[in-house]
C-alpha cells in the first residue's frame, strides 16, 4: 500500500520558536496533502489543504500566517508551526491523496507529536 | 456545515463478541465515507464505500452504507484484543476532497 512519512516524530521546543514539519509520500505522486491537528481523546480537525503549486487552504479559525504550508513538489509539503506557545501542543497528522485516478483514498503519515514548553 | 456523528463513543467487550459502530453524517456534496481505525498512531485505512447497499468485507470486519438515511455501520466479529482502538468514520465531499471526521468510537476488547 501506499506509504506516507512525517518527519520528525517528536518535537519538544521552547514557546517563541519555529518547528518545521515535513510530510512526504513515499511511492506516489499527491497533488493534494491535508494536514490534520488531533488533540487528546478527540478527532482529527482539518486544519488545511496543501496544492503542489499552490496556496494551500486554510479552514476556518485556522491561521495561515502561524501555521504556513508548503507544497514544493509532488512528494513534500511542509508544515510551520511559527512562534509555537504550549497552546499549539498536539498530535499533527498530515496525509495524502493519490493523484491518479478518478478517486484516490487518503493514505496518512505517522503523526508528529509537537510539545511546546 | 457538514457532520459526522459516531455511536456509541465507546465500548467494552470481550473476545469473540460482536460489534457494531455507527456513522451517521450531514453533507452537502457527498462523494464517498471511509472507515479508519486508529491505535497508538495515525489513522490506517480500512474501508470507502460509495454506493449504497454494498456492503464491503475484509476478514472479520465490514461495513456497509445507506446513502437515503445517510449513515454506515462498521461490523467486527468474533472480536479479538489485537482490535482494540479508536475507529474514525470520516466523510469525503466531492469539492475539494476534504475529509471530515467523527468523534470517533473507541473499542476496547478484553481476553
Known amino acids: 500500500g501506499a506509504v506516507v512519512s512525517q518527519h520528525p516524530s517528536w518535537v519538544i521546543c521552547k514557546s517563541g520558536t519555529s518547528v518545521k514539519i515535513e510530510c512526504r509520500s513515499l511511492d506516489f505522486q499527491a497533488t493534494t496533502m491535508f494536514w490534520y491537528r488531533q488533540f487528546p481523546k478527540q478527532s482529527l480537525m482539518l486544519m488545511a489543504t496543501?496544492?503542489?503549486?499552490?496556496?494551500?487552504?486554510?479552514e476556518q479559525g485556522v491561521e495561515k500566517d502561524k501555521f504556513l504550508i508548503n507544497h514544493a513538489s509532488l512528494t513534500l509539503s511542509t508544515l510551520t508551526v511559527t512562534s509555537a506557545h504550549p497552546e499549539d501542543s498536539s498530535f499533527y497528522i498530515c496525509?495524502?491523496?493519490?493523484?491518479?485516478?478518478?478517486?484516490?483514498?487518503?493514505?496518512f503519515g505517522p503523526g508528529t507529536r509537537l510539545l511546546v514548553l | 456545515e457538514d457532520k459526522v456523528v459516531q455511536s456509541p463513543l465507546s465500548l467494552v467487550v470481550h473476545e469473540g463478541d460482536t460489534v457494531t459502530l455507527n456513522c451517521s453524517y450531514e453533507?452537502?456534496?457527498?462523494?464517498?465515507l471511509l472507515w479508519y481505525k486508529q491505535e497508538k498512531k495515525a489513522p490506517t485505512f480500512l474501508f470507502m464505500l460509495?454506493?449504497?447497499?454494498i456492503e464491503k468485507k475484509s476478514g472479520r470486519l465490514s461495513s456497509i452504507l445507506d446513502k437515503k438515511e445517510l449513515f454506515s455501520i462498521l461490523n467486527i466479529t468474533a472480536t479479538q484484543t489485537g482490535d482494540s482502538a479508536i475507529y474514525l468514520c470520516a466523510v469525503e465531499e466531492a469539492a475539494g476532497n476534504k475529509l471530515t471526521f467523527g468523534g470517533g468510537t473507541r473499542v476496547l476488547v478484553k481476553p
Open positions: 453533507v452537502t456534496n457527498f462523494r464517498s
Open positions: 496543501s496544492n503542489e503549486g499552490s496556496k494551500a487552504t486554510y
Open positions: 496525509s495524502a491523496r493519490e493523484s491518479s485516478g478518478p478517486r484516490g483514498t487518503q493514505y
Open positions: 460509495t454506493s449504497s447497499g
